[in-house]
């Protein structure tokens, strides 16, 4: 009999619990996964008890995910080598912020060949200037093939089991099929790409322009300011996959990891939601994050931090000034009553008459 492959899941947040809802129903039910499944969880005091021992006992992550009941087989390990040593399949989904020191900890502890997948939504800082994708920053320091899941996938609407869709970004095909079955279920459907970069920018993009639709909504501006500064926002992540990793595809903008992702985060997310209370409350952006996040992390003002230090690198600010002007308001230089004025005259009102210089792949023909 094959081998089964044993699964282990990287982090224990709001959308690391609500995936492991599907992973460990998948483990439990489908005879290539070993049943058992280790969550490395980040060990905090809750009333007095330890988290790992009340998810253990009561199969409830009450601090990230309450209300809902993790599958039995989904074992909480405190310890991130404990937790990870043994596995075929790991899934790293935590604030990007600690990936860094992870992979310090994971290095030469893993099984030689295990897979990784990212569904990690943030880029890191690199040296000279640049961003680090963060499933390049997993293989290069584990040694492990790397691929993404991103999506419209708001954590506590897939654990409610409300129906869905997600894009795996996957550039070696043999990984394709056993990555669709750990995560395909029911109301979480699944289509596998091979342009993984593109797949993970979006991801990390779209939390940049949901700020930008915060303040918007914050303002008191209507929907249909809103609806264009989503647009200049989509516009602004397809030229950053042009510019900067060129070879991207068009139409994996309108996989779930592209236009509806950027739509649910502008509409329903947790960087809207801060967005909104920056701009009304007159608060400091960390301030909310501990007021309104009960320990969550939000990612939209750091990755504007990380790509504006790219853009001004580069001296590409002005080929970007949805993107520039969110780091701005986040970062206390530009008021958010400037937002407007700073996409009034947006590289798209001035240089597009009929056509348009997209070096991506054309949209498939009708
Ligand atoms: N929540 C969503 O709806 C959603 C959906 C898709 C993708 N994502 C992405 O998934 C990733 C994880 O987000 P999340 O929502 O699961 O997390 P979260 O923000 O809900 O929780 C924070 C996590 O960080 C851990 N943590 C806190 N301090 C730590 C430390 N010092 N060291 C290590 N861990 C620490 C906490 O234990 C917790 O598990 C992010 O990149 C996010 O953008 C989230």
């Known amino acids: 009999m094959a081998q089964k492959t044993s699964v282990c899941i990287v982090g224990s947040g709001n959308w690391g619990s609500a995936i492991a809802k599907i992973v460990g129903a998948n483990c439990a039910n489908l005879p290539e996964f070993e049943e058992r499944v280790t969550m490395y969880v980040y060990e905090e005091m809750i009333d007095g008890k330890k988290l790992t021992e009340i998810i253990n006992t009561t199969h409830e992550n009450v601090k990230y995910l309450p209300g809902h009941k993790l599958p039995p087989n989904v074992i909480a390990v405190p310890d991130l080598v404990e937790a990870a040593k043994d596995a075929d399949v790991l899934i790293f989904v935590v604030p990007h912020q600690f990936i860094p020191n992870f992979c310090k900890q994971l290095l030469g502890k893993l099984k030689p060949?295990?897979?990784?997948?990212?569904?990690?939504?943030?880029?890191?800082?690199?040296?000279?200037?640049?961003?680090?994708?963060?499933?390049?920053?997993?293989?290069?320091?584990?040694?492990?093939?790397?691929?993404?899941?991103?999506?419209?996938?708001?954590?506590?609407?897939?654990?409610?089991?409300?129906?869905?869709?997600?894009?795996?970004?996957?550039?070696?095909?043999?990984?394709?099929?056993?990555?669709?079955?750990?995560?395909?279920?029911?109301?979480?459907?699944?289509?596998?790409?091979?342009?993984?970069?593109?797949?993970?920018?979006?991801?990390?993009?779209?939390?940049?322009v949901a700020m930008g639709a915060g303040f918007v909504d914050g303002l008191g501006l209507g929907d249909n300011t809103k609806a264009a500064v989503i647009r200049l926002g989509l516009m602004e992540m397809i030229r950053f996959v042009e510019i900067?990793?060129?070879?991207?595809?068009?139409?994996?903008?309108?996989?779930?990891?592209?236009?509806?992702?950027?739509?649910?985060?502008?509409?329903?997310?947790?960087?809207?939601?801060?967005?909104?209370?920056?701009?009304?409350?007159?608060?400091?952006?960390?301030?909310?994050?501990t007021e309104l996040l009960n320990g969550q992390k939000l990612q939209g003002p750091l990755t504007a931090e990380e790509v504006n230090y790219m853009l001004k690198n580069k001296n590409l600010e002005e080929k970007f000034p949805l993107f520039t002007a969110i780091h701005k308001i986040c970062s206390g230089s530009l008021k958010p009553q400037d937002l407007i004025e700073c996409i009034r005259c947006h590289p798209e009102h001035i240089s597009h008459c009929f056509s348009r210089e997209s070096s991506l792949l054309p949209a498939p023909k009708l």
């Not at 994708?133 to 708001?154: D, E, F, Q, W, Y």
């Not at 996957?170 to 109301?187: S, T």
């Not at 649910?264 to 960087?271: A, P, S």
């Open 113 to 208: 060949n295990a897979i990784a997948i990212s569904l990690i939504k943030g880029f890191d800082k690199a040296e000279g200037g640049g961003i680090d994708l963060i499933s390049h920053i997993i293989t290069r320091h584990l040694k492990v093939p790397c691929a993404v899941l991103m999506g419209a996938n708001l954590a506590n609407e897939v654990a409610e089991g409300q129906f869905c869709e997600t894009t795996i970004g996957c550039r070696d095909a043999k990984y394709a099929k056993i990555l669709r079955d750990l995560f395909q279920a029911n109301h979480f459907r699944v289509v596998v790409v091979d342009d993984s970069d593109a797949v993970e920018i979006c991801g990390a993009l779209k939390n940049i």
């Open 244 to 289: 900067m990793y060129p070879g991207g595809k068009l139409s994996t903008f309108f996989e779930s990891c592209g236009v509806a992702d950027l739509i649910t985060t502008c509409y329903g997310g947790r960087n809207r939601k801060v967005g909104e209370a920056f701009v009304k409350s007159g608060k400091t952006i960390q301030q909310l994050e």
